[in-house]
């Protein structure tokens, strides 16, 4: 489960292991039967500690799926009973006896029922918060207030008030990702949302900071493998 942030939202179970999940500026803890719902565009990773094993259950949905009634953009993360968990067993057996069509249907009803379930039932418990150090909750924050900026380690650096050195080692053990790449991810998954408004790709350029459009056009098909035109169409 490597680091990473994508435009849906995902549903994560974890049914055996334990750890640390971090989203965004914040990170909870995770044990059997832990569920969160990360909103879309939320940077998240899940950090499993050495010599460790882990099972889950992973769904990743466009917005239009989410049901109205219960629609939340909170990142949710709850300590779920069995009623929940069930409902991933039994999508796992469906797969092996319904075809394609079939199990589009049932993954689209079960969906719903999860989600509902989620928002609505008051007595899951919340999972426990972990602590996340200060400067890396400060970066964080920083670049996201800052997207529009040409922003580096030195720049960010300079603004939460620690070295460059310091901050690249406590950013990269914190979020897993450097924190060049962490700035990367942002600015292209922003520059994504700007090309579904219709934006034009050398605008947003320049309006995300980049000094030349191919520095963003180079980053861009890094980050999605493919030009900022296939996104605009």
């Given at each position: 489960?490597?680091?990473?942030q ?12 334990e ?45 239009e ?57 008051s ?92 520095t963003?056009?180079?980053c861009y ?5 493919k ?7």
């Amino acid at each position: 489960f490597s680091s990473h942030q994508h435009s849906d939202y995902e549903i994560l179970l974890i049914i055996n292991g334990e750890g640390v999940f971090v989203v965004e500026n914040e990170a909870y803890n995770y044990k059997n039967n832990t569920i969160f719902l990360v909103p879309p565009t939320k940077y998240h990773v899940l950090q499993v500690p050495p010599q460790h094993r882990y099972e889950r259950f992973v769904i990743n949905f466009p917005q239009e799926l989410f049901p109205e009634c219960a629609r939340t953009d909170q990142c949710l993360h709850k300590i779920v009973d069995d009623k929940i968990v069930n409902l991933f067993y039994k999508l796992d057996e469906y797969a092996d006896s319904f075809s394609h069509e079939q199990m589009h249907v049932l993954l689209l009803s079960a969906l719903s029922e999860i989600l509902i379930l989620l928002t609505h039932d008051s007595d899951h418990k919340n999972a426990e918060k972990v602590k996340l150090p200060s400067v890396v909750k400060q970066a964080v924050d920083f670049i996201g207030n800052n997207i529009e900026k040409p922003l580096s380690l030195e720049y960010v650096a300079e603004h939460v008030f620690v070295s460059k050195s310091y901050l690249s080692h406590i950013f990269s053990k914190t979020m897993n990702v450097s924190i060049a790449r962490y700035i990367r991810i942002k600015k292209m998954y922003a520059a994504r949302n700007f090309l579904q408004q219709k934006y034009p790709a050398t605008y947003i350029s320049q309006l995300l900071g980049y000094e030349n459009y191919s520095t963003f056009l180079r980053c861009y098909r890094a980050e999605f493998g493919k030009t900022p035109s296939c996104d605009a169409e």
